[in-house]
């Protein structure tokens, strides 16, 4: 089992950037993938940013030269850079992994995106 902890949203204008953190209860040396998905206001949940324990990364194709996933293994914990923010952008973003075929989640930290 693992928890997960999102930090570092908040209200920022177009063009800003932010830095998101999602702190993991246990080590996510052995978590095979890692990612933020986030979910606006009446729209599904989608898939923003993924890194899989071989450092490959996978983008949606609306962020991708904005955002940056890493992850800090002695922290235990993953990062999305967000760069270039346009209000489109605003969302709850969560962080989600996968451990031996179960799926955990954060509780979200929202970002708004407004001038």
């Known amino acids: 089992q693992v928890q997960l902890v999102e930090s570092g949203g908040g209200l920022v204008q177009p063009g800003g950037s932010l830095r998101l953190s999602c702190a993991a209860s246990r080590s996510i040396s052995s978590i095979n993938t890692m990612a933020w998905y986030r979910q606006a206001p009446g729209k599904e949940r989608e898939l923003v940013a993924r890194?899989?324990?071989?450092?490959?990364?996978y983008y949606v194709d609306s962020v991708k030269g904005r955002f940056t996933i890493s992850r800090d293994y002695a922290k235990n914990t993953v990062f999305l850079q967000m760069n270039s923010l346009k209000p489109e952008d605003t969302a709850v973003y969560y962080c989600?992994?996968?451990?031996?075929?179960?799926?955990?989640w954060g509780n979200g930290t929202p970002v708004t995106v407004s001038s």
């Open positions: 989600q992994s996968t451990v031996n075929s179960i799926t955990y």
């Open positions: 890194i899989f324990t071989d450092r490959s990364l």
